[in-house]
């Protein structure tokens, strides 16, 4: 298997416009989260989805950022507007409910000007 | 709610042993992690130990739970130039669903 796959690996933005982060889990995964990394706040949950619904939304910074889940094999999370400090590296996550090991996308690093 | 604490920086030299310490605070918590983060990439599992064990050894990786304490420990030996990285500790959280991750210990191995 490829892994957890993340797009894209960088995005460099101007404040208000429109960001769309995506993320291909790991086939026959049925949760998925997304996490954001920074220096002061180190790593923290988002959101994260079972069977491609979200289960918990609570980490959401604000309603500029939402996220989706269509169908097993996609995931995105949308920041609109986007701010300059919305700047981090995002990952996406996903494991088997059965299995104890979360796997890590590559993230994406997020600069908004 | 959750909470796990680590120290942010650990210096050590090549050929020397590295122990990087964690606490977390919920006690229900199944199992605990070790997580590798080398520049620029994403996190990778180094191990994890399920809460009714108090040691797990995987080669140069010894990790030591003391549930009483809520202290988890990873122990590498033989620190190489290529250990260096920041390692995460993490615990499931009460639901035993997510991941709750410490700040991170940046490790520098000097040769």
């Known amino acids: 298997d490829a892994g957890v796959i993340q797009s894209p690996r960088h995005e460099v933005t101007e404040m208000g416009q429109e960001v769309t982060l995506r993320c291909k889990p790991i086939?026959?995964?049925?949760?998925l989260f997304w996490y954001r990394q920074t220096m002061m706040r180190g790593l923290e949950l988002l959101i994260y989805?079972?069977?491609?619904?979200?289960?918990?939304d609570s980490g959401m910074p604000e309603d500029r950022f939402s996220a989706k889940m269509p169908n097993a094999s996609f995931s995105t999370l949308k920041i609109q507007p986007s701010e300059p400090r919305d700047s981090a590296v995002y990952f996406c996550?996903?494991?088997?409910?059965?299995?104890?090991?979360?796997?890590f996308g590559s993230g994406t690093q997020l600069s908004v000007l | 709610g959750e909470d796990v604490e680590q120290s942010l920086f650990l210096s050590v030299r090549e050929g020397d042993s590295s122990v990087i310490n964690c606490t977390y605070t919920?006690?229900?918590?199944?199992?605990l992690y070790w997580y590798k983060q080398e520049p620029g990439a994403g996190l990778q599992l180094l191990t994890y130990?399920?809460?009714?064990?108090d040691m797990k050894q995987d080669q140069r990786l010894t990790v030591l739970l003391n549930k009483k304490d809520k202290h988890l420990s990873l122990r590498i030996a033989d620190t190489q130039t290529g250990d260096s990285a920041i390692y995460f500790c993490?615990?499931?959280?009460?639901?035993?669903?997510?991941?709750?991750f410490g700040k991170g210990t940046t490790l520098s191995v000097s040769s």
């Open positions: 993490a615990e499931m959280d009460g639901t035993g669903t997510a991941l709750i």
């Open positions: 086939s026959g995964h049925d949760y």
């Open positions: 130990i399920f809460s009714n064990m």
């Open positions: 919920d006690s229900s918590s199944t199992y």
């Open positions: 996550a996903s494991r088997h409910s059965t299995n104890e090991k979360l796997f």
């Open positions: 989805f079972n069977n491609n619904v979200p289960i918990d």
